[in-house]
């Protein structure tokens, strides 16, 4: 376990290093060839500073401007990034930028309907709603079905819901246990539901969310457009008023990215799932 410890910090220091000395990370990832295939998965697709500058392009290319992209953060290893891949999450950064009403980027094709923007200028939802926060995110990527109720594709938070919804953390409202659909944000946002997450995703259950509505636009148009291909709705993090939260949808059952529409707070339908995003 030392040798392989040791092994894993010349592999990072390598890495940070430059392309002059890949020969030599080259060999290291040889030596570890019988101790991690995942890890060995990932040199070729997501080595971190292959993933820093593709972040960067992409991001560059839908805002239209310079954007640095910093570090992964520290608690990001090779081999949480082979299980996440497994399990179907990613790591994308967002920068601190303001997507307001009148804003124009490049990549920018849908933006949140004027229901959104109203409800911030009215103090609905939080003013700050439109505006991104800089930092990693680990996205889940899990797609959705395409019929009521079903199962998300290759879920792998399914065993854990079925888990907590016979413990009663989630409601144990439904035919199909490891269904993401029929609960809410008063069951998913609590404590004992987030720990449940973070055993399964190993992180910490402070980091984890649901998305917030300007992220899931962002995000999604950047790397998902599939997600808006669903008529199943999604939970957002933003709170309106009391009772209501934001989900993506309108009352037509179309779920565009510029779709966004309130729901009360417990409502549990058989076309409202959620998705966790963990922020870092």
């Given at each position: 376990m030392a040798k392989q410890n040791t092994l894993k910090v010349e592999i990072e220091e390598l890495q940070l290093a430059g392309g002059y000395k890949?020969?030599?990370?080259?060999?290291v990832y040889k030596m570890l060839e019988q101790t991690s295939d995942l890890v060995l998965k990932l040199k070729e697709k997501l080595p971190?500073?292959?993933?820093?500058?593709?972040?960067?392009?992409?991001?560059?290319a839908f805002f239209g401007m310079t954007i640095e992209v910093p570090s992964l953060p520290s608690e990001v290893t090779y081999e949480k990034m082979a299980m996440w891949q497994e399990q179907n999450f990613e790591l994308h950064y967002l920068p601190?930028?303001?997507?307001?009403?009148?804003?124009?980027f490049p990549g920018w094709k849908k933006k949140p309907n004027d229901s959104f923007y109203k409800y911030i200028?009215?103090?609905?939802?939080?003013?700050?709603?439109?505006?991104?926060?800089?930092?990693?995110?680990?996205?889940d990527a899990t797609?959705?079905?395409?019929?009521?109720?079903?199962?998300?594709?290759?879920?792998?938070?399914?065993?854990?819901?079925?888990?907590?919804?016979?413990?009663?953390?989630?409601?144990?409202?439904?035919?199909?246990?490891?269904?993401?659909?029929?609960?809410?944000?008063l069951r998913l946002n609590t404590g004992e539901a987030k720990q449940g997450f973070s055993e399964v995703?190993?992180?910490?259950?402070?980091?984890i969310e649901l998305p917030r509505a300007i992220e899931y636009n962002v995000i999604g148009q950047?790397?998902?457009?599939?997600?808006?291909?669903?008529?199943?709705?999604?939970?957002?993090?933003?709170?309106?008023?009391?009772?209501?939260?934001?989900?993506?949808g309108d009352n037509y059952g179309n779920c565009k990215f510029s779709d966004i529409k309130n729901m009360a707070c417990n409502e549990e339908?058989?076309?409202?799932?959620?998705?966790?995003f963990i922020h870092f």
């Amino acid at each position: 376990m030392a040798k392989q410890n040791t092994l894993k910090v010349e592999i990072e220091e390598l890495q940070l290093a430059g392309g002059y000395k890949q020969a030599k990370a080259d060999e290291v990832y040889k030596m570890l060839e019988q101790t991690s295939d995942l890890v060995l998965k990932l040199k070729e697709k997501l080595p971190f500073n292959e993933l820093i500058k593709s972040e960067k392009q992409k991001l560059e290319a839908f805002f239209g401007m310079t954007i640095e992209v910093p570090s992964l953060p520290s608690e990001v290893t090779y081999e949480k990034m082979a299980m996440w891949q497994e399990q179907n999450f990613e790591l994308h950064y967002l920068p601190d930028i303001k997507m307001g009403e009148k804003d124009v980027f490049p990549g920018w094709k849908k933006k949140p309907n004027d229901s959104f923007y109203k409800y911030i200028k009215n103090g609905k939802i939080d003013a700050s709603a439109d505006q991104l926060k800089a930092g990693w995110i680990l996205v889940d990527a899990t797609q959705k079905p395409d019929s009521r109720g079903d199962v998300y594709i290759n879920d792998a938070l399914g065993e854990k819901i079925a888990e907590m919804r016979q413990e009663g953390i989630i409601r144990n409202n439904s035919q199909t246990a490891t269904t993401r659909f029929r609960t809410n944000p008063l069951r998913l946002n609590t404590g004992e539901a987030k720990q449940g997450f973070s055993e399964v995703l190993g992180v910490s259950l402070r980091q984890i969310e649901l998305p917030r509505a300007i992220e899931y636009n962002v995000i999604g148009q950047m790397h998902h457009k599939e997600w808006e291909k669903s008529y199943n709705f999604e939970w957002f993090n933003d709170k309106l008023g009391n009772n209501d939260y934001l989900v993506s949808g309108d009352n037509y059952g179309n779920c565009k990215f510029s779709d966004i529409k309130n729901m009360a707070c417990n409502e549990e339908r058989d076309n409202l799932g959620f998705r966790l995003f963990i922020h870092f």
